[in-house]
């Protein structure tokens, strides 16, 4: 199955989110055959990295966005944050500070973006300001309606700088999440992550829904694609996203560098080295 074009938005397309399945098994016949298919794919991918690392002429961005408890932290732990962290670092965003706030919404995000040879994660990311900011009423529409082409002409100049962004959305059900919530209550190592916030922002599902379709019809381009991934089972969620990734750094075709150094005259050097501990 290719993931790419199962779960990306075509430029322009109206999605709606309530008629997309949140629980596809897809090719899958159990969790098991998942679990095998997303371990094969990190292998993959932590090659792909390693020569994207070396090569050193491209990048990899990773947008993460979801309703609380659809797994972003997991799908970090069990599948992003299997590459080597020489060249790979996550950034969380959270509310702006007030430093952050006394400058444009991207100032903070365009400091995490990734240099040559690198990935970056973000969990949440300039989204939010489309989003939360919309939907909470933060900022008027008057200056939240006017950042989706800012947010177009950014992405795309990232890309032409060689950074290749995917943005991906973990698509949950309300009642899965519901019941994420009560795992979370039932779990004492899990309260540090109760929240009442979740709440409030869970009362507002359909006003985010609204928002987030409104996002992928207008930033899902081909330099800066989003996905939506059905999430509702953990496993499905991670072997997709696994296969993305792992897809498109294939696609960005990394190549390790020809050696610069006579290899000859190392092996001489190698040689004489070697002659000299046997004597
Ligand atoms: P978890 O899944 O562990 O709860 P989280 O990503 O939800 O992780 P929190 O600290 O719970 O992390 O929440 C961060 C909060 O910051 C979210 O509610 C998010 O909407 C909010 N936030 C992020 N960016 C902005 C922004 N630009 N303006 C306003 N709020 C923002
Ligand atoms: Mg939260």
């Known amino acids: 199955m290719n993931f790419v074009k199962e779960h990306r938005v075509k430029p322009g397309e109206k999605l709606k989110l309530k008629s997309l399945d949140t629980k596809t098994k ?30 050193d002429k491209q990048s990899l961005l990773v947008v993460l966005q979801a309703p609380d408890a659809a797994g972003k932290d997991g799908l970090i732990r ?21 430093k952050e706030l006394g400058h444009d919404f991207l100032w903070r995000i365009h400091k995490c973006t990734p240099e040559k040879g690198m990935v970056s994660i973000f969990n949440r990311s300039h989204y939010e300001d489309v989003l939360v900011v919309r ?29 290749t962004i995917l943005k991906i959305y973990l698509h949950i059900s309300p009642e899965e999440q519901l019941e994420r919530f009560k795992k979370r209550y039932d779990n004492p190592e899990k309260h540090w992550k109760l929240n009442p ?10 006003a985010y829904r609204e928002a987030y ?12 694609p989003w996905f939506v991934i059905p999430a509702d089972h953990k496993w499905y969620r991670d072997a997709s ?6 897809q498109t750094l294939s696609e960005m075709n990394p190549q390790m560098p020809k050696p610069d150094v006579d290899l000859a005259e190392i092996k001489a050097l190698y040689e004489a080295e070697l002659a000299k501990q046997q004597t």
Not at 135 to 163: C, M, Y
Not at 197 to 202: I, S
């Open 26 to 55: 897809g090719p899958f016949e159990d969790k098991e055959a998942a679990k095998q298919h997303t371990a094969k794919m990190v292998r993959q991918i932590q090659d792909l990295q390693y020569k994207m690392f070396v090569e």
């Open 78 to 98: 069990k599948v992003l944050g299997q590459m080597n962290p020489q060249g790979c670092r996550t950034y969380p965003f959270k509310v702006p500070s007030k």
């Open 135 to 163: 939907v909470e009423d933060i900022v008027p529409k008057s200056v939240w309606s006017k950042r989706f082409e800012v947010i177009n002409h950014f992405e795309q100049g990232l890309a032409l700088a060689g950074t």
């Open 197 to 206: 916030g979740d709440y409030t922002a869970r009362s507002k599902w359909d």
């Open 213 to 224: 379709q409104e996002a992928f019809e207008r930033c899902s381009t081909d330099a800066a």
């Open 241 to 246: 996203v696994a296969s993305i990734v792992a």
